[in-house]
């Protein structure tokens, strides 16, 4: 069910490479939409829009074209995210689904685009630092940054790491992510392990905890879908870039939004699928199962997700079309201004022919 959205959300592209696998540890897989994992090996291009799989102790290495190093960890799933909108190739969106997914990405300039990892409940936002991310079971994110500065929101408000801190975003927080200091890397696989502990403890709260997640991301989903089909539906018949501009900036904010709704979706489906699968004879967890009540919410999220999606491929391309028209027009006025200019040599020079005579 939820791989319906995406068959809608990359019909329209054929998304470039985006960087290269340049190490290997381990067992890892690559899947394109659709497709069954192919084994991964060193060397091999990573595009947009293909998930990376690791095995457990297995780790896999990336590097972007922007310059940036990724390195997935074990047992981990993530998917560097194509974008609806036309915009500076060195931005830079992924999805982690689960797992954990360091970034190093100290070379990208201040104008080198914008970094985002996506999380089932967050998102961490850099421009240039050392940072890890992780995603626990029950869609619970928790980021840890070595070094540089890392804004991390899950919704509810932004907190902001700094070196050697972390920011934690439990499912089901109403506040903004809470900070603490990063004394040591085990940190991240110490709270890896207490948030699979704590979710086998009592499963039967962690699938009320992801429900109710979810329902605040379909929530979220529907005001998107309203809100990005009204700026699809308004006239960009202007020769003002500004103006534009504003509305491309618009956009680029609702197609985060839009990646943010479908990476909950997915990941705390998946993960509320393998909890019912390996609690099935659980008396609590088995309601779950037969109100089919995740069910429901996923397939609104997934409707909603493409009325967003195909929103903002309408906006993209009435923006396309607003900036070629600009640029028409300036072509246009810039071949008349040199008609003018030919046409006043010409007469300059039959005024000097008539003096000659």
Not at 59 to 65: M, Q
Not at 162 to 186: M, Q, R, V
Not at 202 to 212: F, I
Request: charged fraction near 30%; charge should be negative.
């Amino acid at each position: 069910m939820k791989k319906l959205f995406f068959a809608v959300l990359m019909f329209s592209f054929i998304f470039p490479q985006t960087g290269k696998v340049i190490q290997l540890q381990g067992q890892a897989s690559v899947q394109k939409l659709g497709a069954s994992p192919v084994p991964l090996k060193k060397g091999a291009a990573v595009n947009q829009g293909q998930y990376i799989i690791t095995k457990p102790s297995s780790t896999v290495k990336i590097k972007l074209a922007s310059g940036a190093i990724l390195t997935v960890g074990p047992s981990s799933r993530m998917r560097i995210q194509p974008s609806t909108i036309k915009q500076a190739s060195s931005s830079t969106s992924v999805s982690l689904f689960s797992g954990t997914l360091s970034a190093s990405i100290k070379k990208l300039g201040k104008s080198s685009g914008k970094f985002n990892i996506h999380t089932p409940t967050a998102v961490a936002g850099v421009r240039g630092t050392d940072f890890t991310v992780a995603a626990g079971l029950d869609g619970s994110s928790y980021v840890a940054v070595d070094d540089g500065k890392v804004a991390v929101d899950n919704g509810k408000g932004e907190t902001v790491c700094n070196k050697k801190e972390t920011a934690e975003t439990p499912i089901g927080e109403d506040e903004a992510p809470e900070k603490d200091e990063l004394d040591d890397k085990e940190q991240l696989n110490e709270w890896l392990t207490e948030n699979e502990e704590d979710v086998n403890d009592d499963p039967d709260e962690a699938l009320e905890k992801m429900e109710q997640h979810l329902k605040g991301v379909a929530d979220n989903a529907k005001e998107l879908a309203e809100n990005s089909e009204r700026a699809a539906d308004k006239d960009l018949n202007t020769d003002d870039k500004n103006y534009l501009h504003a509305k491309k900036k618009k956009a680029l904010e609702m197609d985060q939004k839009l990646i943010s709704s479908d990476t909950a979706n997915e990941a705390i489906m998946d993960n509320a699928q393998s909890l019912l699968k390996q609690y099935k004879d659980d008396r609590k967890v088995k309601r779950y199962k037969e109100e089919s009540a995740l069910d429901r919410i996923n397939k609104m999220i997934t409707d909603y997700n493409s009325r967003i999606n195909a929103a903002l491929n309408r906006l993209n391309q009435k923006l396309a079309e607003a900036y070629k028209r600009i640029e028409d027009s300036y072509e246009d006025t810039g071949k008349r201004i040199d008609k003018s200019f030919d046409k006043a040599d010409f007469d300059i020079d039959e005024k000097k022919m008539d003096m000659d005579q």
